[in-house]
């Protein structure tokens, strides 16, 4: 299967899970309304692609044995669930970035922002609510499945989603603001605020594929390189990019006095170091042979939104 046929299945598995996740859910109602509102809109589906890709290239090659197609479907079908996880957590995020007490934006990938529609309040809630689904969806998973590599897949994601992760770069990026950074502190903002979750996504899927030891901590070093790369490029395109192919304002971070890695470090530097940060990330992904993931990389490189 080529990459786009791959990125496209997996689209359409991740989106036909969260859609049976909340069917049948209706109350209260405003709730699971503001829920699906923003779960089911049509994003990138980024995060939990990388840890179904993740997953699939750390499951050991065929070697001839009979059950390795009955290993590779369960750990497969097990990845699902922990992929749509991470999924609600970064929609969560988004939620409440959205709130007018951190970013105040008007609209996300093109229409208003849940607050905009369901009011501060439900929209607070309706983030809370995602958060504690992923969790309850990854221990439900590891009930089913009873398999022992959801348990550290599942606390990858945990650390990733807390204090030591996005919540933790968040808080620094809402306390400096107004204040210029040195290197070591934008550095942190992006490694727990943006990066964390993609190296979280990658890990976990790799983890429950069957990596471990120094080739998960490759997986790991790869995603790491994405992660900074996204967060770069979503600096560069708030200052170049357009309304159109973001689908939200541009030049937020200007307006809220916010430390990016162009306002520190200039234009210039903020593609070169991009770029660094994109071949390092193939190279690894090459080394491992996850093919997927290599092509995935190389696709995100060129990004416009």
Known sequence: MDYVKARNSYVSKIDGRLASILDGKSHPPAIYESIAYSLLSKGKRLRPVLLLGACEAAIPPDTGDASHEVVKAFRLACSLDFACAVEMIHTYSLIHDDLPILDNDDLRRGVPTNHKVYGDAVA??????????????????????????????????????????????????????????????????????????????????????????????????????????????????????????????????????????????????????????????????????????????????????
């Open 124 to 305: 607070l809630l309706a983030g809370d609510a995602l958060l504690n689904m992923s969790y309850e969806l990854m221990i439900d998973n590891s009930i089913k499945y009873q398999y022992l590599r959801c348990l550290p897949a599942m606390a990858e994601v945990a650390r990733a989603a807390g204090i030591n992760g996005m919540i933790g770069g968040q808080v620094m990026d809402v306390y400096t603001e107004g204040t210029r950074v040195d290197e070591a502190t934008l550095h942190y903002i992006h490694e727990n605020k943006t990066a964390a979750l993609i190296r979280a996504s990658v890990a976990a899927g790799a983890i429950i594929g069957g990596a471990e030891g120094a080739g998960l901590e490759k997986y790991r070093l790869a995603a790491s390189n994405m992660g900074l790369a996204f967060q770069i490029m979503d600096d560069i395109l708030d200052v170049t990019g357009s309304e159109a192919d973001l689908g939200k304002p541009i030049g937020s971070d200007a307006r809220n006095a916010k430390n990016t890695y162009v306002s520190i470090f200039g234009l210039e530097r903020a593609k070169r170091d991009y770029f660094n940060l994109w071949d390092n990330c193939i190279v690894q992904f090459d080394e491992l042979g996850a093919r997927f993931l290599t092509n995935l990389a190389k696709d995100l490189r060129d990004r416009v939104n």
